[in-house]
């Protein structure tokens, strides 16, 4: 099965912008939809945005719509979370999560295949 690694996660103020990664490999990345969830401290990993494999098709919380993109290059076989205007409560650990085939997108249990998530803090 395919592999993911995150990247871009750091330290930002209020209003900043951050743009996260998720590099796949192993198997063929256009066939898996994948996802961003993310998880604050005592809390529930929630879903951020899903995407499915060809892109054409996107789904986004009610929390980051409009401040949130999620975006994928098959060619790169790389997933991205654009984030814009971020606030404190998007502070978290964000995960990319890969399945052949979703069916029930916003259940982290759909998913079979995780990152180990990058670290994002938004300080207000």
Same mark, same amino acid.
């Given at each position: 099965q395919v592999q993911?690694?995150?990247?871009?996660g750091g330290l930002v103020q209020a209003g900043d912008s951050l743009?996260?990664?998720?590099?796949?490999? %192993?198997? $063929?990345?256009?066939?898996y939809d994948m996802a961003?969830? @993310?998880q604050a401290p005592g809390k529930e990993r929630t879903i951020v945005a899903h995407i499915g494999q060809t %892109?054409? $098709?996107?789904?986004?919380?009610n929390s980051v719509r409009? @401040?949130?993109?999620?975006?994928?290059?098959?060619?790169?076989n790389t997933l991205y979370l654009?984030?814009?205007?971020?606030?404190p409560e998007d502070t978290g650990v964000y995960y990319c999560a890969a399945k052949a085939s979703v069916v029930r997108i916003i259940t982290p249990e759909s998913y079979d295949v995780w990152g180990q998530g990058?670290?994002?803090?938004v300080s207000s």
């Open positions: 993911l690694v995150e990247s871009g743009r996260l990664s998720c590099a796949a490999s %192993g198997r $063929t990345f256009s066939n961003w969830f @993310r %892109g054409g $098709t996107t789904y986004t919380a409009g @401040r949130f993109t999620i975006s994928r290059d098959n060619a790169k654009q984030m814009n205007s971020l606030k990058t670290q994002v803090t």
